[in-house]
T-cell receptor, first 114, second 114 residues
Framework: SQTIHQWPATLVQPVGSPLSLECTVE??????LYWYRQAAGRGLQLLFY??????ISSEVPQNLSASRPQDRQFILSSKKLLLSDSGFYLC?????????????FGSGTQLSVL | EDKVVQSPLSLVVHEGDTVTLNCSYE??????LLWYKQEKKAPTFLFML????IEKKSGRLSSILDKKELFSILNITATQTGDSAIYLC??????????????FGQGTILTVHP
């Protein structure tokens, strides 16, 4: 069966420090991968999505970047964190490039930038 | 730009009550509407709706889609404290920049008191 792993679960970082959040998927090949951010207790905003290795699409201009070095690995990064980067980050995957497919989410990373 | 609006934003009920959550949308070339339940971290899938007028049911939860009026409702009967969660509605489109992505609403926070 397919599983998605996301880490770390919680992260506290000072302003100006770098960031690296990692997400891996097991049990499937060539998944579509997504990074979402969720404001406190609210809806999800799509940040990046990827349909293949090295293929990244950005949804909103921001201080973050994403990379997909391997088929089932998706990384969210920043060179210098801002206070506004605080939030709950969710990684997700879906099978194939079809929006009729449902998303499966990781357990999320709560990022606090101080 | 695709848009999903949920109402109410929050709802407090007592066990045994029946609740109706609403989701309206504007999306380019609608493909599907999905409902998710988020209790603490990872949103979990509830329903995916693609056709008007066909009710989907799972235990005490049911949902229906109206593609003419561009909305969906999620009903929960005989609510229990375990139903307390954020309920997220998401819509997928198939046109232009909407292809391959879900747009989420801001969520409804449901609190069920004993």
């Amino acid at each position: 069966s397919q599983t998605i792993h996301q880490w770390p679960a919680t992260l506290v970082q000072p302003v100006g420090s770098p960031l690296s959040l990692e997400c891996t998927v097991e049990g499937t090949s060539n998944p579509n991968l997504y990074w979402y951010r969720q404001a406190a207790g609210r809806g999800l905003q799509l940040l990046f999505y990827s349909v293949g290795i090295g293929q990244i699409s950005s949804e909103v201009p921001q201080n973050l970047s994403a990379s997909r070095p391997q088929d089932r690995q998706f990384i969210l990064s920043s060179k210098k964190l801002l206070l506004s980067d605080s939030g709950f980050y969710l990684c997700a995957w879906s099978t194939g490039f079809s929006i009729s497919e449902k998303l499966f989410f990781g357990s999320g990373t709560q990022l606090s930038v101080l | 730009e695709d848009k999903v609006v949920q109402s109410p934003l929050s709802l407090v009920v007592h066990e045994g009550d029946t609740v109706t959550l609403n989701c309206s949308y504007e999306v380019t070339n609608f493909r599907s509407l999905l409902w998710y339940k988020q209790e603490k971290k990872a949103p979990t899938f509830l329903f995916m709706l693609t056709s008007s007028g066909i009710e989907k049911k799972s235990g005490r939860l049911s949902s229906i889609l109206d593609k003419k009026e561009l909305f969906s409702i999620l009903n929960i009967t005989a609510t229990q404290t375990g139903d307390s969660a954020i309920y997220l509605c998401a819509v997928g489109g198939a046109g232009g920049t909407s292809y391959g992505k879900l747009t989420f609403g801001q969520g409804t926070i449901l609190t069920v008191h004993p």
